[in-house]
């Protein structure tokens, strides 16, 4: 059964910290790695790692992927109010077309 | 566009009654999927429907029935509801790979 861990389950900094999220995993025939952010309500999607593709950057948000280590990490840079979320990272596997979720990462950012 | 749609929002059950979620995507996806979220559990996976016309399980699909009615719905069904599916409920879709999927703004079900 495919396994996604994330570290630390939670965490509170102030505006203008750097913010580091882990996800590892295991998975069989691994195809991609997703992370997303939750708000209120539904997850949107942030970036997709794949084997072609292991670094991704959007503005202060930064992913790279470690397929050696099975684990990725999510960068987030000068953090504001409205980056507090939970971080959901996901992966895929090539056998299927589900995503398995890890349990998130709960980020505060304190003014 | 809508993008992806869920009815009802809120629903509070007593334990037995029966229910179904409806869900709905306007962006031609494929496939369809049905997580149910928890606290310090983040979302496990149901049952989804790689294409109109299949379903099949998820992680945790015991006490839940699915209906792919046709390309834009994926209905949940709860037959005798438990409070162990006290939840919040989302509906995903994506297309030719499940990698981007795109989520609904979730059911929070309560059962009493």
């Known amino acids: 059964e495919d396994k996604v861990v994330q570290s630390p389950l939670s965490l509170v900094v102030h505006e203008g910290d750097t913010v580091t999220l882990n996800c590892s995993y295991e998975?069989?025939?691994?195809?991609?790695l997703l992370w997303y952010k939750q708000e209120k309500k539904a997850p949107t999607f942030l970036f997709m790692l794949t084997s072609s593709g292991i670094e991704k950057k959007s503005g202060r948000l930064s992913s790279i992927l470690d397929k050696k280590e099975l684990s990725s990490i999510l960068n987030i840079t000068a953090t504001q109010t409205g980056d507090s979320a939970i971080y959901l990272c996901a992966v895929g596997s090539s056998n299927d077309y589900k995503l398995s979720f890890g349990a998130g990462t709960t980020v505060t950012v304190r003014a | 566009n809508a993008g992806v749609t869920q009815t009802p929002k809120f629903q509070v059950l007593k334990t037995g009654q029966s229910m179904t979620l409806q869900c709905a995507q306007d962006?031609?996806?494929?496939?369809m999927y049905w997580y149910r979220q928890d606290p310090g559990m983040g979302l496990r996976l149901i049952y989804y429907?790689?294409?109109?016309?299949?379903?099949d399980k998820g992680e945790v699909p015991n006490g839940y029935n699915v209906s792919r009615l046709n390309k834009r719905e994926f209905s949940l069904r709860l037959e005798s509801a438990a409070p162990s599916q006290t939840s919040v409920y989302f509906c995903?879709?994506?297309?030719?790979?499940?990698?981007?999927?795109?989520f609904g703004p979730g059911t929070r079900l309560t059962v009493l």
């Open positions: 962006m031609n996806h494929n496939s």
């Open positions: 429907s790689a294409s109109e016309g299949t379903t």
């Open positions: 998975v069989t025939n691994f195809r991609s």
């Open positions: 995903a879709s994506s297309d030719r790979t499940p990698d981007t999927q795109y």
